[in-house]
């Protein structure tokens, strides 16, 4: 049975009626009543959103950070900390970089904040970054730490796009430049200060060419050592070579401690011969002058002069208690044999030397 969809339509039209349309009367009758009403509310909403949009454009600049004013885009102005105003958006805006904060940036390896137990601070070498040729054709890893700050706020933020990777290139083409000049083994021991300063300087060159407004504080060695390939290799020659170092200083302490020393023993040696001879010199030169004067007293009179060195002979003779005297007397003497008791000198002397042996 095939159907007849026009009559249909027509069919149930006619049941439905006509549909109503919009009625136009009604509408602009509303749109009459609507403008005849007072509403004061709609004005106090407008002034209230026009002081804000006008208070938006106070803002407030933090001790360590300037304000850079925009308008439209461009730069306007630079102003200090403190509170400010600029013309609400969309005609101006600010930015506040921090200039007194010292930015960090870690070439040739990556550190995280996250720690292991046992084992530290995690960190991620960039070989593609750290390997660098030096001057005698050998190859080193090197890692560093560029350290900078905002020195001109207008040029750091309109003049370079993407300032931390500027810096970064920028520090890794001065430090090859650097290290190619220099042999591996001065990068390795005892120039590295040399390398950080020389490649400071190279780097403040290359951010001044490109009026970047970055300062650069300092340059940091981390870590250089050679490919993991060849660094049991050079272990062992910088081990000898500070062996080397070690023993050459030993010697010279040594040479320096036993020098002066020995220079010392010679020079007292020295002064003590040079005061004994001066100290026989001047007693010889006394024991010869008090011989010639008493010679001469003797020269004039021989005979009281000897008594009287008699006299004092015998006087520091007897005056020793010490000493055993025997005293004969001159009858005695005129003997055909002087009597002298030696039993009793015998028995003193065996006394004396029981006493000397008890003594000892």
């Known amino acids: 049975m095939n159907w007849d969809w026009e009559k249909l ?14 009625d136009l009367g ?16 709609w004005r106090i909403i407008v002034l209230v959103a026009l002081l804000f949009w006008l208070g938006s454009g106070i803002y407030i600049v933090q001790p360590d950070e ?3 004013v925009k308008r439209f885009g461009a730069y306007e102005r630079t102003t200090d900390p403190g509170p400010h105003y600029r013309l609400p958006f969309p005609f101006e805006s600010v930015l506040t970089p921090q200039v007194t904060k010292i930015q960090r940036l870690e070439v040739g390896f990556r550190g995280s904040t996250a720690f292991t137990v046992g084992t530290g601070t995690q960190v991620r070498q960039v070989p593609e970054e750290s ?6 054709e050998n190859i080193v890893d090197v890692q ?7 020195d001109n706020a207008q040029d750091y933020l309109f003049n370079v796009a993407n300032q931390d990777k500027t810096v970064k290139d920028a520090a890794e083409a001065a430090m090859r430049e650097v290290i190619g000049y220099n042999k591996i083994d001065a990068a390795l021991t005892d120039d590295k200060l040399t390398i ?21 504080v300092a340059v940091q060695l981390q870590d250089v050592h050679p490919p993991r390939q060849v660094i049991d290799a050079f272990k062992d020659v910088a081990s000898a070579k ?7 200083n030993e010697a010279e302490a040594y040479e320096n401690d036993l020098v ?16 004994y001879k001066e100290t026989k010199i001047l007693q010889a030169r006394g024991d010869s002058d008090r011989f010639l004067f008493v010679l001469e007293e003797y020269r004039k009179a021989k005979d009281i002069t000897k008594k009287r060195i008699y006299l004092e002979t015998m006087e520091e003779i007897l005056s020793r208690p010490e000493v055993e005297k025997i005293i004969i007397s001159n009858d005695s003497m005129q003997r055909v044999f002087p009597y002298l008791p030696l039993q009793r000198s015998g028995k003193a002397a065996v006394n004396g030397q029981a006493q000397d042996g008890g003594t000892n």
């Open 260 to 275: 002066p020393r020995t220079r010392g023993e010679a020079a007292a040696i020295l002064n003590q011969a040079q005061a």
């Open 144 to 150: 560093f730490i560029v350290q900078f700050l905002i």
């Open 131 to 136: 390997l660098m040729l030096t001057g005698d």
């Open 26 to 41: 009604d509408l602009n009758e509303k749109v009459k009543q609507f403008k005849q009403m007072n509403l004061p509310g």
């Open 242 to 248: 500070e062996d080397k170092s070690r023993f050459i």
């Open 9 to 22: 339509q027509e069919k149930r039209q006619r049941q439905s009626g006509p549909m109503p349309g919009p």
């Open 196 to 216: 950080q300063n020389d490649t400071r300087d190279l780097l403040q060159k290359i951010l001044n060419s490109y009026k970047s407004g970055i300062r650069v």
């Open 66 to 68: 300037v304000g850079v």
